[in-house]
């Protein structure tokens, strides 16, 4: 026999129609959330460009806690999509803006990557990568238990939890708004180490720093500069071996800060420098030619004769040249 549900799941009767209801296509019941219920924009549910996995994905996103796990595998892990459709969908979203990526550093080359979903892209600020200045704002506190929300008119116009009265219906919600923080004033400091990160960009027009990454990579550069380290050896040193101009570097201070750290030399050992003593080169005797039998050898005198010859004539015997030991 077919398994009927039963009658407490049952769904209920469709109501009367309305005389001035369409004649074909969805007709909605609605109904009054009062908890567990998250407002979603019509720019998102019937965004023109997404996928229905991607705005599927966008709407469960938006409706978790901040510090919720948004990766891949997390999502592989409630969805029934694979980590492909799922990769896909996330990316979509990144393109149409609802979702930013931006790398944190957390000292000692350590980084970060953290997550952020825009409620409404287009009201938030975009700023650049590194130093936005965007801040989860605190989540609403949700009302207690006993308490039930006031009945209203249907006439008059309902509050969306998260978002008051009279405000401006475009605006984000306050349990996930962005806001843009005022940027504090960077104090860069002065000296050679700060000289060298400012000209990396005259050696290489993609090692353009900020003020920020100055003043984060000085103290490196100072320690290559106190271990005997010149300018330009720190130079080649951070140079070396780039990509290709031809392949952007989206992320110079990293890879200098990575260079920094992994290729600092060691110090200079204590005490005062080996010198090695450079002897003189020994005098070389010439040969010469004797003119008796035309016998070479070796003798600072041109017109002496070899031994021989000297034998024979009867002339004195030339001075000894003598090899050091």
């Known amino acids: 026999m077919p398994a009927y549900p039963s009658p407490e799941h049952s769904p209920p009767a469709p109501p009367e129609l309305p005389p001035d209801a369409p004649r074909a296509g969805v007709l909605h019941v609605r109904h ?23 705005i599927g994905i966008g709407v469960h996103i938006q409706s978790l806690p901040d510090g919720a796990s948004v990766t ?17 969908a996330l990316r979509e979203l990144e393109a ?3 979702l930013v990526r931006r790398r944190v550093p957390l000292g000692g080359g350590r980084i970060a990557t953290r997550t952020y979903f825009l409620d409404h892209p287009t009201a938030v600020v975009r700023a650049s990568v590194r130093g936005s200045g965007w801040e989860a704002a605190a989540p609403v506190p949700s009302p207690a238990a006993g308490d039930e929300p006031e009945p ?20 984000p919600p306050a349990s ?6 005022v940027p504090e004033p960077v104090t860069v400091p002065d000296g050679p180490a700060a000289d060298l990160l400012a000209r990396l960009r005259l050696a290489d027009s993609r090692l ?20 005997a380290a010149t300018p330009d050896q720190i130079t080649r040193t951070l140079t070396a071996g780039l990509p290709s101009e031809a392949d952007p570097i ?4 990293s890879l200098l800060d990575y260079r920094l750290t992994t290729l600092l030399p060691p110090p200079l050992p204590a005490g005062p420098p080996v010198t090695t003593t450079v002897t003189a080169p020994l005098p070389v005797v010439p040969l010469v030619t004797c003119d008796g039998c035309e016998r070479a050898f070796r003798s600072h005198d041109p017109r002496a004769l070899c031994r ?7 002339r004195p015997k030339a001075e000894p040249v003598y090899s050091a030991a």
């Open 208 to 227: 353009l720093l900020s003020e920020r990454d100055v003043q984060r990579l000085v103290p490196a550069v100072e320690t290559w500069l106190a271990r």
């Open 308 to 314: 021989d010859c000297r034998g024979r004539h009867g």
């Open 152 to 171: 209203r008119p249907a006439s008059e116009p309902v509050a969306v939890q998260g978002r008051a009265e009279g405000s401006r219906p475009d605006s």
């Open 32 to 54: 009054r959330h009062t908890e567990r219920y998250t407002v979603v924009g019509n720019h998102l549910a019937q965004h023109p460009r997404l996928s229905a996995t991607a």
């Open 72 to 88: 891949i595998k997390a999502l592989a892990l409630r969805f029934k999509e694979g980590e492909v459709t799922i990769g896909r």
């Open 250 to 253: 989206r992320y110079p201070a």
């Open 96 to 98: 149409a803006g609802y």
């Open 176 to 181: 996930v708004r962005m806001r843009r923080a």
